[in-house]
């Protein structure tokens, strides 16, 4: 049986959530369809140590403010599920968890959303699906070669799963940072990190609440056609959160250059060098989840969709967000993902 309603959003993480706020506010019918079977979005699959660049009180969707967590800063992954778990039941969003949206068709002057559970038709849809089930991995020689463990950053949840291994940490990003840091703190993991390019750290004193304001004062540069002021990454790559600084003072966490392939049992450099290795972890980053739209025929060059804040250029019934600041200023993080959330929400408001 197919279903009607005013608005379908695909995704129920904290993209969707805050979409579901402000649809609420705009008296729309709507149902949020989550491939999760619990809430919390990705947060749930996150690594025992990840904690938020934020305090609580700078990390929190619209209407409600993230409580701290008892004795940290900053807080952890599971203390944003417990949050985002809240909020859900706080507003009483129509969210069906466990529901996989496969495709988003035209028809009839609706959006068709195909979900494995069933059909709906909407009159627009928010696409909120984000990156982390969309995890990159390098086309790097010898990769179908190497005999060893090899993971990405959404399989990786503790030392203790690495205990007396000699592991290959691969990525200058957040990610690889905090990871590399989390195995070399340890001290019963024998680690190498190897980034592209030289770790370029951020100032110890930014976190989370600056870069929203560096990544919405470049946002506002160019919408009003001045230079490009370079944002975030202009100011570097690594957020120093306390793990990170801990690990690069006391000299644990030196980089080596990309290796050029892997052996067997190793990872060899071009210099001929080479380091033996029972696992690599791969923190080469995501690419944004939407196969779903793939009937609509919409991507532009590297796979992104045109947009026009959060419109697709060439659906108006179809709005993205969470993916990055091509729909959004910081619209994949907590904090910034309210603003283009309340954007689309009116914008559909007034297309209905």
């Known amino acids: 049986m197919t279903q009607h309603v005013d608005v379908v959003v695909v995704g129920g993480g904290q993209a969707g959530l805050a979409a579901g706020y402000h ?4 008296g ?3 149902t949020v369809l989550d491939a999760e079977a619990a809430p919390g979005g990705s947060w749930q699959h996150m690594w025992d140590s990840l904690h938020l660049f934020s305090p609580a009180e700078y990390s929190s969707l619209p209407g409600r403010l993230m409580p701290a967590q008892p004795g940290e800063t900053y807080p952890g992954a599971g203390h944003v599920v417990d949050y985002l778990s809240d909020y859900e039941k706080r507003y009483d969003l129509p969210v069906l968890h ?8 035209r028809d009839a002057g609706r959006l068709l959303v195909e979900a494995d559970t069933g059909t709906w038709r909407a009159r627009a ?4 699906t984000g990156a982390w089930s969309r995890p990159f991995l390098p086309a790097v020689p010898g990769r179908n070669v190497f005999t060893g463990r090899q993971l990405h950053t959404v399989n990786y949840r503790s030392p203790a799963d690495f205990a007396g ?4 940490v691969v990525g200058g990003g957040n990610s690889g940072a905090q990871i590399a840091a989390d195995l070399t703190l340890d001290g019963h993991v024998d680690v190498t990190w190897v980034t592209q390019r030289p770790p370029r750290f951020l100032p110890d004193d930014i976190d989370g609440r600056a870069l929203f304001d560096v990544a919405t004062a470049r946002r506002r540069a160019l919408d009003a056609g001045r230079s490009d002021t370079g944002g975030v990454a202009s100011l570097g790559d690594i957020v120093a959160v306390p793990r990170v600084r801990a690990a690069r003072d006391a000299g644990l966490l030196t980089a080596k250059p990309m290796f050029a392939q892997l052996a067997a049992t190793s990872v060899r450099w071009a210099d001929g060098s080479h380091a033996v290795a029972d696992a690599v972890i791969w923190c080469t980053g995501f690419r944004p989840a939407l196969s779903h739209l793939a ?3 919409l ?3 590297h796979g992104h969709i045109p947009t026009d804040g959060t419109r697709a250029l060439g659906e108006p019934r179809l709005h993205l967000l969470g993916y990055g600041d091509w729909t959004g200023p910081a619209s994949a993080t907590l904090i910034g993902v309210g603003r283009p959330a309340r954007d689309a929400a009116r914008a559909i408001a007034q297309l209905l």
Request: proline share 7%; hydrophobic share 40%.
């Open 295 to 297: 009937p609509l025929n």
């Open 299 to 301: 991507r532009g060059p």
């Open 98 to 105: 466990g529901t996989r949206v496969d495709a988003v068709r």
């Open 165 to 168: 291994q000699r592991v290959i």
């Open 125 to 128: 849809v928010i696409s909120a």
């Open 28 to 30: 729309l019918d709507f």
């Open 23 to 26: 649809l609420r506010r705009q």
